[in-house]
């Protein structure tokens, strides 16, 4: 039942920024945490950061600390991902996705391109 729609993906020069933005419905109690993947081509999903809806503690991969900034809004049910300082291999198809016991549920990708 629950729904998540990743955004805000495109094409931008490194150095630059991008907000990504998931947005959820459907929410359950069940629901522990909100998390970010990435998948490049030819390459294995990669978890990218996390934010749990309990009390806000955050994970970060290290490939993105000090990079990104993950945050969440909770009445409008949007977990947001703030990425800078971006490189050409951050490229990837971005998702976000549920975090419950055994079980994890998907949105659609956004694409983030970032060009040398």
């Known amino acids: 039942e629950v729904q998540l729609q990743a955004s805000g993906g495109g094409l931008v020069q490194a150095g630059g920024s991008l907000r990504l933005s998931c947005a959820a419905s459907?929410?359950?109690?069940?629901?522990?945490?909100i998390a970010w993947f990435r998948q490049a081509p030819g390459k294995e999903r990669e978890a990218v950061s996390c934010?749990?809806?309990?009390?806000?503690?955050?994970y970060y991969a290290d490939s993105v600390k000090g990079r990104f900034i993950i945050s969440s809004d909770n009445r409008k049910n949007t977990v947001y991902l703030q990425m800078y300082s971006l490189k050409p291999e951050d490229t990837a198809v971005y998702y976000c996705?549920?975090?419950?016991?055994?079980?994890?549920?998907w949105g659609q990708g956004t694409l983030v391109t970032v060009s040398s």
């Open positions: 934010i749990t809806r309990s009390d806000g503690s955050t």
């Open positions: 996705s549920t975090v419950e016991r055994g079980l994890r549920r």
């Open positions: 459907g929410f359950t109690f069940d629901v522990y945490a």
